[in-house]
């Protein structure tokens, strides 16, 4: 099977659309192959459909994706609560490389959720305000499209072990494309350092996972990587990937 057989296998005789019959066939077909070439196959396969998220903790996945498919969507979720770093990170990235960057924001303000249910409720229901925040904002801003591309990975947490290079987002029924899902922090570290890829400078200060400022704390020396986030709450994920 190529590339070409699995692209034909997304179209029934109408030439609609057929995704999910196609995410497993991907799957198994782009296991094990180069970053570039999922993304090339997402590219080819979705077109302007598809789009990749940013939390701005770095521009890895922007910087491969943008390689392939110049001027692609990059949704970014402007919860309230980012670091000011954060957000310069995004600027950079909107100066630096050929993407357009979607501010994607919740539909109330911070003050407008404080008001309505009180404040501080990323310390008293963190569940809620991640869906509320993150969740719900990004499930409308993905509706217009078939694909998005994320950047996890399985050696980030055990939530993540078993994720594909290709899935069926049954959730938001779309497909899901995580083209580094095998990527180890030192292949990280070695196409940031290769590339010259632009880095939240948050990484130099002891926080190698970032998140929103009031739920992110630095890591000490031997800590697991994102044991800085929703740290003594229970909490390993904020919810767009489960």
């Not at 957000?87 to 909107?94: H, L, N, P, Q, S």
């Not at 630096?96 to 008001?115: A, C, G, L």
């Not at 050696?155 to 580094?180: F, L």
Request: include cysteine; glycine fraction near 8%.
């Amino acid at each position: 099977m190529t590339l070409v057989d699995i692209e034909v296998g997304l179209r029934d005789q109408r030439g609609v659309l057929d995704l999910q019959d196609i995410v497993e066939s991907a799957a198994t077909f782009l296991e094990g192959a180069p970053a570039r070439e999922i993304i090339r196959w997402a590219a080819a396969t979705f077109g302007d459909r598809l789009c990749l998220t940013s939390s701005m903790s770095d521009a890895l996945l922007i910087d491969l994706v943008s390689r392939v498919k110049p001027g692609v969507d990059v949704l970014f979720i402007d919860t309230g609560y980012h670091f000011a770093e954060t957000i310069g990170t995004r600027d950079a990235v909107r100066q630096v490389y050929d993407v357009n960057v979607i501010d994607i924001k919740p539909s109330r303000t911070v003050e407008e959720q404080d008001r309505d249910l009180g404040p501080r409720l990323f310390g008293r229901n963190p569940d809620l305000c991640c869906f509320l925040r993150k969740v719900e904002p990004l499930n409308r801003a993905l509706e217009p499209y078939l694909a998005w591309i994320s950047g996890i990975r399985r050696d980030e947490s055990s939530s993540r072990t078993d994720t594909k290079v290709v899935e069926w987002d049954a959730k938001r029924q779309m497909v899901k494309v995580n083209p580094i899902a095998a990527w180890t922090q030192e292949d990280v570290d070695n196409y940031i350092s290769d590339n010259g890829v632009l880095i939240n400078p948050l990484h130099y200060d002891n926080y190698p996972s970032i998140g929103c400022g009031p739920c992110t704390r630095q890591v000490a020396e031997g800590e697991d990587p994102r044991s800085g986030r929703w740290a003594g709450l229970g909490k390993v994920e904020c919810g767009i990937h489960l």
